[in-house]
């Protein structure tokens, strides 16, 4: 890091919030949260998607009068002095499938009709083909109940009407929906664009999976977790890989994330002399909105957002000067960089992605995800439900600890009694994996609070919603 | 149909089941399904899949005593004296990074250290940076806190040991399981098969979404609805498209289904002289288990099993009597035809494709595959969760019915006072696709049941679980 570069950090962490709650920053990521401009799947491809912009209907369901049985089509005054022990004989004067053409119906005539099937003019009832006894002999259908006008009927337009606004912009397109659309004749779907997630790990400690872990390398296991995660949220993650811990690698390799809509960074953000994150974003242009967040585990989290282009600022302290902070504004109205071409597409008004560096401890970032980045993809894609489930449980044993951060703690969920029961997975480390992968969610152990007393009550953030399903 | 193709239809429902209650069908049904074998996938593109083996670890994590913190390692034992305004100073002898090799630690000396670096030989105690204080000029830490021995460091095998069952089999692949799993260096998991799911519709008026709906013809909309549910459940949904009213139309696309775990039709199954889909399966050498099921929507449903090689018995007749009902057995002995091999994935003892049978209706036809056909690929694919998530919900509004069918009925979820509402979403027509679009769930009316007062409870399975979000 030149001089020039520092004098970027100095300028950018001026704004820059610390220690904030939790609360707060999950505010503060949001409101730099839009949802992504428009594009148009295949709707078998849309499940999940959010609608982009209201679908109106082009046709009317169903196209025609129909039948919602199998049966006789008739007129109900024909049937006027029907009923129990009081049969009432029509002469069956043709038959409907569906998707067939009916002839008009005389007076004192039926005709058979199959579910779907458009109604024959002059019928107005339809009786189940249960309620009627068809007389081979005679070429009729002895009926012995009476039919209400429009019973067993489907009526035009009954599901739809041509110029219904059916489907509104910001629906999630699930089975229904889709089903909706194909109805609809709507091969195709504007729906909000999928958050793309950079992710990068930073540490000379590192390798990936599959390669050599010996001699006390870590493998580098959270760009797979957070991958995962951005996948859950139904965003697209880029796994840029493994930033060495100099400012020249760590540069280089967030400048190759500047076209996504977020960049992800973990480990390299806590205060230690070989964190080279804060100052490496800032050297790119990147105001950092906070650092620290009053949680437990993820307190080391920052979180920024480009004001002008980014890239603007080089590592190497060139055209520094312009790109972040205060001076932000005149930077956006300058000609935008080939990096600021490619981000395009990100939120209204924002220049380059938002920026997230998060802690290394495998748990500590996957939390910090879950809590902070998981809301904005959510936003990013049109979706409105930003949290997941929430429940009220049980404390199953008392939990303890000091004031002044707020613990989100993994604990495991069991049906005693009626009651929802939440118990500790055991090693609440932030490098305990392990119990992270028993959890069924997260207990919100707020941050004034110094113990929850067996018995008591606590919100959980529910990761698997398994604990709500019946037994088969 | 011939004569020998009706001959089998009459024995296969010999054992057949009608008008069976909701629950006795979902008995059925999963009383056939099985978890899928297993196949290998990328690590990173299993999730939500199931493990089908268990993943031992072959290694420990962290392989070794390691520092939580930035701070400095030392012996506890030099810090006895320690307190408040009691401070100690410690020469620093070295440093040590995450991936680093640290040199061993002489009595009264400490080294920095950093979050994940391995603990030099003699330290048994980290103090964070934040609580010590460097001191340039002597190359001195001054520290004026005991730290208790183990303080802030992770011993090794802490998260995992070598040899560990770190992940059992069942296990559901989440981000926390897909970062273990990296964490470990698998990047292969054995995960249950994905079931395969063969869709067709029948019906002379039906046409695809992107053909010409004129002249009272309907959109074909069952089978996009349905890829979807089976996405849902974790299914691959098969597309094999229309077929026309006719029985060897029918049985054509019937066959081309039979090497897929699961052939789901929709329309014909009625009672009407158009259903061409029972007889159609009977001459196929498909067992029908049940036809008609005591709910709304969705009465006439049918299930069956291929008990023998599916296909022995053609549509001409050929071969029929070798194949379906109590003959089953010696039919399984004989060697497989082409189908029979192409379905030898399928559960364990079945020799061909669980047959579904639905309604035509679009509303009908997702009911019922909601509560049949996705418990059984959810078993299928390894799950042991089969039910969507359940709530108790207060009624909204009065609703009423006959007794003698469950109803599923479509509603809207609202929070009033703490409560949980449910109100009708409106028309409750089996043909009112508009209605499902806008449900959050399907509140159970029991099948004995003719009223539910309002302010009374009833279940309601979540079908959009946004009721339980809480608000950004």
Not at 49 to 62: D, E, F, G, M, S
Not at 171 to 193: E, F, K, N, S, Y
Request: with cysteine; glycine share 14%; hydrophobic share 45%.
């Amino acid at each position: 890091m030149t001089a020039g570069g520092a004098g970027v950090t100095v300028t950018a962490m001026r704004a820059m919030r610390t220690g904030i709650a939790a609360d707060e920053a999950l505010r503060s990521v949001l409101a730099e949260a839009a949802p992504l401009p428009a594009e148009l799947v295949e709707a078998g491809a849309a499940l999940g998607r959010v609608l982009a912009a209201p679908v109106a209907a082009r046709r009317t369901l169903p196209p025609a009068g129909c039948s919602a049985m199998d049966g006789y089509a008739l007129r109900a005054a024909d049937l006027a002095e029907a009923g129990p022990g009081r049969a009432v004989c029509l002469r069956v004067g043709g038959e409907v499938a569906a998707g067939g053409r009916a002839a008009p119906l005389a007076p004192g005539e039926a005709a058979r009709i199959f579910t779907g099937a458009p109604l024959p003019q002059g019928a107005d009832a339809v009786v189940p083909q249960e309620q009627a006894e068809a007389l081979a002999a005679t070429g009729e259908v002895r009926i012995a109940v009476a039919a209400p006008p429009g019973a067993h009927i489907r009526r035009a337009g009954e599901d739809v009407r041509a110029g219904d606004e059916v489907l509104p912009a910001g629906a999630r397109l699930g089975p229904g929906q889709i089903g909706m659309l194909a109805a609809l004749g709507r091969t195709l779907a504007a729906v909000h664009r999928r958050p793309r997630v950079a992710l990068l790990s930073s540490g000379d400690e590192l390798v990936e999976p599959d390669g050599d872990a010996s001699g006390g390398r870590i493998v580098s296991s959270n760009a797979y977790a957070l991958a995962a995660q951005c996948r859950e949220a139904g965003a697209l993650p880029i796994n840029l890989g493994i930033a060495r811990d100099n400012p020249a690698a760590l540069t280089a390799l967030l400048r190759a994330g500047l076209e996504a809509d977020l960049l992800v960074s973990t480990a390299g953000v806590s205060v230690g002399d070989h964190d080279h994150v804060r100052p490496a974003l800032a050297a790119l242009g990147c105001r950092l909105v906070f650092w620290g967040v009053r949680v437990k585990p993820g307190y080391p989290v920052a979180f920024g957002v480009f004001d002008g282009a980014p890239g603007a600022a080089s590592s190497d302290g060139a055209a520094a000067d312009g790109a972040p902070g205060d001076t932000g504004a005149a930077a956006a109205g300058a000609a935008p960089s080939v990096d600021a071409a490619g981000a395009a597409g990100a939120a209204p008004g924002r220049r380059g992605p938002l920026v997230f560096a998060l802690p290394g401890n495998p748990v500590s970032a996957m939390v910090s995800f879950e809590q902070l980045v998981r809301p904005v993809l959510l936003r990013m894609g049109g979706h409105r439900n930003l949290s997941r489930p929430v429940l009220r449980a049980e404390l199953g044993e008392t939990l303890r600890k000091s004031a002044g951060r707020l613990h989100y703690v993994r604990v495991q969920l069991s049906r005693e009694g009626g009651r929802i029961v939440a118990r500790s997975t055991g090693n609440q480390s932030s490098g305990a994996l392990h119990s992270m992968t028993l959890a069924d969610g997260l207990l919100i152990f707020p941050e004034a609070a110094t113990e929850l007393p067996k018995g008591s009550e606590a919100r959980v953030q529910l990761l698997d919603p398994g604990i709500l399903c019946e037994p088969a």
